[in-house]
């Protein structure tokens, strides 16, 4: 059976490709393993959802990979490999790392409002994105954002292009911050709970516009969310994370209507209905883990009702295990769900 863990070299065909990708922060009271040894991939133009419970290391997991952990400020260390169109991320210049940071990969912010600079125009901070990284003069400049608000739903770009962020709705600001986003027709977008902080009748609007935008421009994207609900309606594929590990991983349908490990079980549990085939599942009693060594067993086994108390789920760190076509889950007794 194939290990995907384990696995030493990154898929051919993937547009990113993570490696056991370790992040460990030096605290008071000893190490925090926030990401331990992740491994996936996210091919051109797919959407993989990340989710998982609050502190679980989905956003450290991606500033990692786009190196903008400050290893100096939080005394993080980060280990493992990162391939981008197989260009090792981690050999490359902070020079290097920042060309391909606004342009072939960028980011979207959970908080609309913190990531815009006060007292600058919306539209001037959009055209300074495209300016540093794109080929056009500045002439040409102020249409090519005027386009892009227009694509993205902002209505009245050229009002809208002169106006403050504080004159911007939250859903306006985030549809500015996606326009920012794709303005270098990047090929992967990272948004990490893009629409948490939105009114839930904006979230739609928004994710929408997100599955439109990537389809619109074939970037491919790596979504967070604590919402499994959302990954269920937007993501190709899914990562579940648990105390900085991978649970299971899967094309998302899959996942979702069998999971294969507890811990998804009990996620989907707060699901009300995917599909009315499927069984009620119980909720995760419990709380998730806010600090802790890289644990010697499986990270979920104080709230897993599946474990039984049996030693290799205290003892033994469950390998990511194929469990069905293109499935993995690191449960020792998947075979059993
Ligand atoms: N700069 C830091 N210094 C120390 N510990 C940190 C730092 N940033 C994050 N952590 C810890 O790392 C772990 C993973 O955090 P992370 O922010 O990735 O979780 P998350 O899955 O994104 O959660 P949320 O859903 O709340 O955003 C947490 O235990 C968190 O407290
Ligand atoms: S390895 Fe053991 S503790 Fe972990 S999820 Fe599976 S049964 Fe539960
Ligand atoms: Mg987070």
Redesign the pocket.
């Known amino acids: 059976m194939k290990e995907h863990a384990a696995s030493p070299s990154p898929s051919e065909h993937a547009l990113l490709s993570v490696r056991d990708l370790a992040?460990d922060?030096e605290?008071e009271g000893g190490v925090?393993r926030?990401?331990d040894r992740i491994s996936y991939d996210v091919r051109p133009g797919e959407i993989v959802g990340i989710v998982?419970?609050?502190?679980?290391?989905?956003?450290?997991?991606v500033?990692a990979v786009l190196r903008l952990?400050n290893v100096y400020t939080?005394?993080?260390s980060v280990n493992g490999e990162v391939l981008f169109e197989g260009r090792d991320l981690f050999a490359l210049t902070p020079k290097q790392m920042r060309e391909i940071r606004g342009k072939d990969i960028t980011l979207i912010f959970?908080d609309p409002s913190s990531s815009w600079h006060p007292v600058l125009g919306v539209g001037r901070q959009v055209a300074e994105v495209s300016l540093a990284h794109g080929k056009m003069g500045s002439d040409r400049v102020r249409q090519h954002v005027e386009g892009l608000f227009e694509s993205v739903g902002i209505p009245n770009p050229r009002i809208r292009y002169e106006q403050y962020p504080h004159e911007y709705s939250g859903g306006m600001k985030q549809r500015a911050m996606i326009a920012m986003a794709i303005a270098n027709r990047p090929k992967l977008l990272i948004a990490?709970?893009p629409t948490t902080a939105l009114d839930v009748t904006i979230q739609s609007q928004v994710l929408e516009l997100l599955r439109n935008v990537t389809a619109e421009t074939g970037a491919a994207l790596i979504l967070?969310s604590?919402d499994i609900g959302v990954i269920a309606e937007m993501a190709d594929r899914v990562i579940v994370?648990y105390g900085?590990r991978v649970m299971e991983e899967g094309p998302v349908e899959q996942v979702l209507l069998s999971p294969r490990h507890p811990y998804t079980r009990g996620l989907l549990s707060s699901l009300p209905q995917i599909d009315k085939k499927m069984a009620r599942l119980p909720t995760i009693p419990g709380t998730p883990p806010?600090?802790f060594q890289a644990s010697a067993g499986c990270p979920f086994e104080p709230r897993c009702g599946l474990s039984g108390d049996r030693d290799p789920c205290r003892e033994s760190r469950p390998p990511l295990r194929q469990c069905g076509e293109d499935q993995f889950s690191a449960c020792h007794f998947f075979e059993e769900l």
């Open positions: 992040v922060f605290l925090l926030a990401v998982g419970e609050s502190g679980s290391g989905k956003s450290v997991s500033l952990l939080t005394g993080a959970q990490d709970e967070i604590h994370m900085g806010q600090m």
